[in-house]
């Protein structure tokens, strides 16, 4: 599965910014995607992830703010980020893999095979 990012880039507080992240299953089943983030000197963190076509979990510091959506027939992976913040900041990464987002451990980064290469998010 190749996962690519785009859509990152520089805004100031307050602003938007929509991430996408288009998927190439390669015969390979994946039903569920998702998205991390990365700052500087951080630990990568889990921020949202959807399963099926339409459920979704999210991080509290991004819940009413994100917004994850899915389109099956592009396999393609979506991320609405409005009233951004400077802790926004950071590289975000879209993740796939076949159960994670329904499974206890969603948010852990193990838990998920495929990986993009992410996609820079600046909030000044």
């Known amino acids: 599965v190749q996962l690519v990012e785009s859509g990152g880039g520089s805004v100031q507080a307050g602003g938007s910014l929509r991430l996408s992240c288009a998927g190439s299953?390669?015969?390979?089943?994946?039903?569920?995607m998702g998205w991390f983030r990365q700052a500087p000197g951080k630990e990568r963190e889990w921020v949202a992830c959807?399963?099926?076509?339409?459920?979704?979990r999210y991080t509290g510091s991004v819940k009413d703010r994100f917004t994850i959506s899915k389109d099956s027939n592009k396999a393609t992976l979506y991320l609405e980020m409005n009233s951004l913040e400077p802790e926004d900041t950071a590289m975000y990464y879209c993740e796939a893999d076949h159960s994670a987002c329904a499974i206890n451990t969603y948010h852990l980064r193990e838990t998920w095979n495929y990986w993009g290469q992410g996609t820079q998010v600046t909030v000044s």
């Open positions: 959807i399963y099926g076509d339409s459920v979704a």
């Open positions: 299953r390669d015969g390979i089943s994946v039903r569920d």
